[in-house]
């Protein structure tokens, strides 16, 4: 089975630096991904990692490192429309197609 | 970016119902899913399909049925609204453009609510 793991909320100021963690356990591993989720949206892809390291684009960024299964997006320059809630999804083994497990999200509250 | 649309957007239904949800895509990815999220709760798969004529159940046991006879288009079917389908339902699609990335791009969702 999969397990992902997030922390429920966060908050932070305007202009800071925030990072948001997330464990997970899978049956093999083929990719992890981030998206932002605003209230009664569809969620947006941010970021996509499959190889150990920092993938940077723009204020977001994205970690992983795959021996201790674990991945942290790092969010730049905080603005208020950040606010919205931050969803890791793994994508298991190889062969398994491309099903996706979603841990429940990290809402994120970005204050003056 | 996939364009990828939902009819309708929101849907207040008494119970006992028939009701089909409609996703629609212009990119001509293979591949679509279903996933169902309660409010503040992670998505869950309901269904999938790898092509036309493939449908495949989710991860997540769901009285609904699926078909895939277009590519574009991957309907979901529930035969008899119950209150314990209500939910909103997202479609995502996804291709290979990118390689092995493969991501999901989900439409805006429909909010249901059976009475």
């Known amino acids: 089975g999969q397990n992902i793991d997030q922390p429920t909320e966060m908050t932070a100021t305007e202009g800071a630096i925030v990072q948001i963690n997330c464990t997970y356990q899978?049956?093999?591993?083929?990719?992890l991904f981030w998206y932002q989720q605003h209230a009664g949206e569809a969620p947006t892809f941010l970021s996509y990692n499959v190889l150990d390291g920092l993938e940077e684009k723009g204020r977001f960024s994205s970690f992983l490192s795959r021996s201790k299964g674990y991945s942290y997006l790092l969010l730049k320059e905080l603005q208020m429309k950040d606010s919205a809630s931050y969803l890791c999804a793994v994508r298991g083994r190889t062969g398994g197609g491309n099903k996706l497990t979603f841990g429940t999200g990290t809402q994120l509250k970005v204050e003056l | 970016e996939a364009d990828i649309y939902q009819t309708p957007r929101y849907l207040v239904i008494g119970t006992g119902k028939k009701i089909t949800l409609e996703c629609s895509q212009t990119?001509?990815?293979?591949?679509m899913y279903w996933y169902q999220q309660d409010p503040g709760m992670e998505l869950h798969l309901i269904h999938y399909s790898y092509g036309v004529n493939s449908t495949e159940k989710g991860d997540l046991s769901s009285e609904s049925t699926v078909s895939r006879i277009r590519t574009e288009h991957f309907p979901l079917t529930l035969e008899s609204a119950r209150p314990s389908h209500t939910s909103q339902y997202l479609c995502?699609?996804?291709?290979?453009?990118?390689?092995?990335?493969?991501?999901?791009?989900f439409g805006p969702g429909t909010r249901l609510l059976v009475l």
């Open positions: 899978t049956s093999g591993f083929n990719g």
């Open positions: 990119m001509g990815h293979d591949k």
């Open positions: 995502a699609s996804s291709d290979r453009t990118g390689g092995t990335q493969e991501t999901q791009y």
